[in-house]
């Protein structure tokens, strides 16, 4: 879809994007000050624009600003299968173009768990953002540390688990194997730069444990910076209000001064 000739959308109105690669991928637009701030928020595995957590992120991003998440392919609304991280990297970059088309004058990106990746890379790979916030990411593929991590493993590794995750939580994942395999996290966190990269990282995460923060900002150099939050779980599903705006203020506060 050409979304240069699409008319204005009006508040939370869904939109079909097309990923480089041919997948249609759904997005939606909260309207904010025009030629003003945008996020593009990409949610964590199974999740979607419209799950209750990623909206309530949506709602306080997008005080004072405009918001547009998009559902990542196999998952939600969007066509495909996943990837788990992969070729997000293109929906994601769908969603950043069609921001810059909407007017909006400075584009940061806010991936959380499989999303902080998809923008890690997706900043690295393709660049056109100001800022980019990485909550709750992983530094690394097939990690299996945690139990959680393992049970995830199942159910994207076998058969039966990707049956399961299609039935009960609405999300395909692609059965073949990466080939190539993608650049991790780590490795690109330092091409992100000169761009201003965030890492927000509970200490009671169940899926990743700090390391994983650490060897993100470590690899992102000087221009990186790491929140290591007391208390925080993982990902869209346990951030808190006062979290997500304090994630707000920190991009609004760094694209406001790069403006003077």
Do not use: N
Not at 18 to 25: E, I, Q
Not at 39 to 55: A, D, K, L, P, Q
Not at 158 to 166: E, T
Not at 233 to 246: C, F, K, Q, V
């Amino acid at each position: 879809m050409d979304t240069s000739r699409t008319p204005p959308l009006h508040e939370g109105e869904e939109r079909t994007l097309l990923a480089a690669d041919g997948v249609t991928v759904s997005a939606v637009h909260r309207p904010g000050p025009a030629g003003g701030i945008a996020y593009v928020v990409g949610h964590g595995f199974s999740g979607s624009s419209r799950t209750s957590s990623v909206e309530r992120v949506s709602d306080v991003l997008g005080e004072g600003a405009g918001v547009v998440a998009l559902d990542f392919r196999g998952h939600g609304r969007s066509r495909g299968v996943s990837t788990l991280g992969d070729r997000e990297v293109l929906d994601l970059d769908a969603a950043v173009r069609w921001a810059r088309l909407l007017g909006y004058s400075q584009v940061a990106t806010v991936g959380f768990s499989m999303g902080a990746s998809v923008v890690i890379r997706h900043a690295a790979l393709y660049r056109g953002v100001d800022a980019v916030v990485a909550v709750s990411g992983p530094a690394r593929w097939f990690y299996r540390g945690t139990p959680t991590m393992r049970r995830l493993h199942y159910i994207i590794e076998r058969p039966a688990g990707r049956l399961f995750a299609r039935l009960a939580m609405g999300t395909r994942i692609d059965d073949r194997s990466w080939d190539p395999v993608p650049a991790e996290p780590r490795a690109l966190a330092g091409d992100v730069a000169p761009t201003p990269l965030l890492i927000v990282h509970g200490d009671q995460d169940r899926f990743f444990p700090l390391e994983h923060a650490e060897q993100i900002a470590q690899a992102g150099g000087p221009t990186a910076e790491l929140w290591v939050e007391p208390g925080f779980g993982h990902a869209e599903a346990a951030i808190s209000d006062d979290l997500t705006r304090r994630i707000g203020a920190w991009v609004r506060g760094l694209l406001c001064a790069r403006e003077k």
